[in-house]
C-alpha cells in the first residue's frame, strides 16, 4: 500500500471550494486513490476513487497529477456538514487509513 | 439505499470476557472486513474475508480475535478473552465483486473494563 500524507487540518468557507492535497508518491501502477471521509465517530463514507483520469460525482472531484505521485479532493461547494477529517489511501481493493485532514467548514 | 448495519451500537464488558460483535453487510456483497478505530487515534485494518475465509490479516489480529459468517447474512468479530486495550470503535465493511468501493456500517463502540 502506498505512504500518503496529508495536512493535518484545513479551514474552508461555505460556499467556497475545499482543496484536499495528498501525497501519495510511492503509489503503484495498479494502485488506486481512494477518499473517505469520516464524521465525528461515523463509519468512514466513501468520497470517490481514481486510477490515473480525473473523476467526479456528484460528492466530489478528484483530480491525479499524471505521475500519480499526489492528488487533490474536490469539494466544489462547501457546506457546514463537510465538517469531517478527509482521508486519502493507495492500494488495490483495500484502503489503509493515515492521520487524514481535518477539514473544518466557517459559516 | 442498501447499507451495512452493526450490532450492538454500544457493549460494556469485563476484562477477560468473550465478546461477539455482528455485522450485516450489504446483501449482494462478497467481501468483507473489520476495522477497529482506538478513541483519538486512526482507523486500523483488522481482517479481510473472502469466499468463507481470511484473505488478510493484520498484525493486531492476532488469536484472541476470529471472525465468521455463519449464515448468508451475518459477518461476525469475536475477541475471545478481552483486555482493557481492546476498547475502541469497531468497524465492518463490505464490498461488491467487481468493485472497489468498501462501504462501512455505523461501528460498535466497545468497552472493556
Known amino acids: 500500500d502506498a505512504k500518503t500524507t496529508q495536512p493535518p487540518s484545513m479551514d474552508c468557507a461555505e460556499g467556497r471550494a475545499a482543496n484536499l492535497p495528498c501525497n501519495h508518491s510511492?503509489?503503484?501502477?495498479?494502485?488506486?486513490v481512494y477518499w473517505y471521509r469520516q464524521i465525528h465517530s461515523q463509519g468512514p463514507q466513501y468520497i470517490i476513487h481514481?486510477?490515473?483520469n480525473n473523476e467526479t460525482n456528484e460528492m466530489a472531484s478528484l483530480i491525479i497529477t499524471e505521475d500519480r505521485k499526489s492528488s487533490t479532493l474536490i469539494l466544489p461547494h462547501a457546506t457546514l456538514r463537510d465538517t469531517a477529517v478527509y482521508y486519502c489511501?493507495?492500494?488495490?481493493?483495500?484502503?489503509?487509513f493515515g492521520t487524514g485532514t481535518k477539514l473544518q467548514v466557517i459559516p | 439505499e442498501p447499507e451495512v448495519t452493526q450490532t450492538p451500537s454500544h457493549q460494556v464488558t469485563q476484562m477477560g470476557q468473550e465478546v461477539i460483535l455482528r455485522c450485516v453487510p450489504i446483501?449482494?456483497?462478497?467481501?468483507f472486513y473489520w476495522y477497529r478505530q482506538i478513541l483519538g487515534q486512526k482507523v486500523e485494518f483488522l481482517v479481510s474475508?473472502?469466499?468463507?475465509?481470511?484473505?488478510?490479516k493484520s498484525e493486531i489480529f492476532d488469536d484472541q480475535f476470529s471472525v465468521e459468517r455463519p449464515d448468508g447474512s451475518n459477518f461476525t468479530l469475536k475477541i475471545r478473552s478481552t483486555k482493557l486495550e481492546d476498547s475502541a470503535m469497531y468497524f465492518c465493511?463490505?464490498?461488491?465483486?467487481?468493485?472497489?468501493?468498501?462501504?462501512f456500517g455505523p461501528g460498535t463502540r466497545l468497552l472493556v473494563l
Open positions: 474475508f473472502y469466499n468463507n475465509e481470511i484473505s488478510e
Open positions: 510511492t503509489i503503484s501502477g495498479n494502485e488506486y
Open positions: 465493511a463490505s464490498r461488491g465483486w467487481g468493485q472497489e468501493t468498501q462501504y
Open positions: 481514481g486510477l490515473k
Open positions: 489511501s493507495g492500494g488495490y481493493q483495500k484502503v489503509t
Open positions: 446483501s449482494n456483497h462478497l467481501y
